[in-house]
């Protein structure tokens, strides 16, 4: 039965030769399989199929057509494409949004930790900065990227905590941890943070606070960089003005000429940050394994 159910799965046109009711069983039992169904109609005789459908489109804007999630303006099924498109840059939309809250989460819990290692933290101003005006406008335009133009043949990723999230996750913690604390104490100008003598004395100024401060800011921006993923499910970064801005202006620009090298090595740790995320967890990853 399930192996002549899946036989039929694949004859969209068979449903307009059966009846309703034969419509709804048809559709459960095809999501049983793990196949995604989607349904047009016009909302009438068919409301328990566009209830049961993942995707319900109704094809009529009357008081039936309250059953499917869908309504399309045009009484056609010219809609279906711009749906499955719109649903995929959602999607996608979605999982970076929780990689990039993730990874801002576990890369400044990961510089405080270090911070306390030296019995210093980062200034109240550098929390500020951070958490009301970087990293919340970022969230606010992550999602204003349209979705493409194109329709790809291959589905986005469906699990939140799926391996290829797992690893960039953690991949983009550990390269931040390496580049931000290891290779900043090994500078000949470095000076090891002493804490001050009395306990009244809140002096938090330190060079590896400020290294910190400065790599992880940068951090934050590569982690929208390369989380806002483009095709073949959502348009490419460049179209999301407001996300374009955002990152321009709080990119760090030193004052300093010492400064300088934060900066560069900043910008390091982002290109190994891309090259990680699309060479290693896309690729190697996403796309060997699919075949």
């Not at 799926?162 to 931000?180: D, N, R, T």
């Not at 992880?216 to 996300?243: D, H, V």
């Not at 000429?257 to 891309?274: D, G, T």
Request: proline fraction near 5%.
């Amino acid at each position: 039965m399930l192996l002549r159910l899946r036989r039929a799965a694949h004859l969209p046109a068979l449903c307009q030769h059966l009846a309703s009711a034969h419509v709804d069983h048809y559709q459960s039992r095809a999501g049983t399989i793990d196949y995604t169904v989607a349904m047009c109609g016009d909302g009438a005789n068919d409301c328990a199929a566009l209830k049961a459908a993942h995707a319900g489109i109704s094809l009529s804007d009357a008081e039936a057509s309250i059953a499917a999630p869908f309504t399309s303006r045009i009484a056609d099924i010219r809609c279906v494409p711009t749906v499955i498109r719109e649903g995929r840059a959602a999607l996608v939309t979605s999982f970076g949004v929780f990689k990039y809250m993730a990874g801002y989460s576990l890369t400044q819990f990961s510089s405080i930790m270090l911070l306390y290692w030296i019995s210093t933290n980062l200034t109240d101003f550098q929390f500020l900065y951070i958490d009301l005006f970087l990293i919340t406008l970022v969230a606010v335009f992550f999602g204003n990227t349209p979705a493409s133009d194109q329709l790809s043949s291959t589905p986005p990723p469906t699990r939140l905590l799926s391996l290829a999230s797992v690893i960039s996750v953690c991949g983009q913690l550990a390269i931040m941890a390496l580049f931000v604390f290891i290779w900043v104490t090994w500078q000949p100008w470095f000076i090891p943070y002493s804490v001050p003598a009395g306990e009244e004395t809140q002096d938090k100024r330190s060079m590896q606070g400020t290294a910190l401060f400065c790599t992880t800011t940068l951090q934050y921006i590569t982690l929208a960089l390369i989380n806002s993923k483009g095709e073949p499910y959502r348009k490419a970064i460049f179209f999301n003005l407001p996300l374009c801005l955002t990152l321009v202006v709080y990119d760090p620009i030193p004052y300093f000429e010492n400064r300088l090298f934060l900066v560069f090595v900043a910008l390091i740790c982002a290109v190994v940050s891309y090259l990680f995320q699309y060479a290693v967890v896309e690729f190697l990853i996403l796309e060997l394994r699919e075949k």
